[in-house]
């Protein structure tokens, strides 16, 4: 009893004691916030790799009408025929103009066909851009192969320059063979020029050196 009453009485200074589930609870917070972070850095590592698996599929497949590449002439020619339609679009910012020298053509399934598109710079300064396309309707761009483009190859005009530019393709014989397109009669080929933005440095560099 004289030992209880004599006890030091705790100071105002003192940190107070830990108690067992509170340091437990920190240890799971910590351990939840490094998973969170592992998850995070896995998803974002993830959304870099489905860009190029994507790009991929679509011209594996012809996925949301992404075009073939092909390097020769396929081996037949049939006599049933496509029209194709060519379409030319210019994105905002890009002072160019842009069209088709034809808006279509009649094609055999397997005819190699030349045809010819013009970029003329409106702006009084040089600037580039890069062209994506595709076909509609969708389901046939596993059907639509090209030997020769102008897409995704930066595209440098002075000003007032004018620029012709050639696209190589057939329709691929098989299309026939696909029960799903016995009604197709038109196919569009349409692409789309937005403006390349330039790294500082590079504008820079040749505006020092003109």
């Known amino acids: 009893m004289r030992d209880a009453m004599h006890a030091p009485l705790p100071s105002p200074h003192d940190p107070p004691p830990t108690s067992g589930p509170r340091g437990s609870t920190t240890r799971r917070d910590i351990g939840v916030a490094l998973a969170c972070g592992v998850f995070v850095g896995l998803m974002v590592g993830a959304a870099y790799a489905s860009v190029p698996l994507y790009n991929w599929f679509c011209r594996v497949t012809g996925f949301g009408g992404t075009t073939q590449v092909a390097a020769a002439a396929p081996a037949e020619t049939l006599d049933r025929r496509i029209t194709v339609r060519f379409d030319a679009n210019i994105s905002r910012g890009l002072p160019w103009k842009f069209e088709p020298e034809q808006t279509s053509i009649d094609v055999r399934l397997g005819e190699v066909v030349t045809v010819y598109y013009t970029v003329t710079n409106l702006a ?43 696209v190589v393709f057939f329709v691929e ?28 440095t590079a504008s820079a560099a040749r505006s020092g050196g003109s």
């Not at 026939?176 to 016995?182: F, K, L, N, T, V």
């Open 173 to 200: 014989p098989s299309l026939a063979r696909d029960a799903d397109q016995d009604d197709l009669n038109t196919i569009t080929l349409s692409y789309t020029f937005y403006p390349t933005r330039e790294p500082a």
């Open 124 to 166: 009084a300064r040089e600037t580039v851009g890069t062209a994506s396309y595709n076909v509609a309707p969708t389901t046939v761009g596993a059907y639509f192969s090209k030997i020769n483009c102008f897409c995704f190859t930066e595209q440098r005009l002075k000003a007032g320059e004018r620029r012709e530019m050639a």
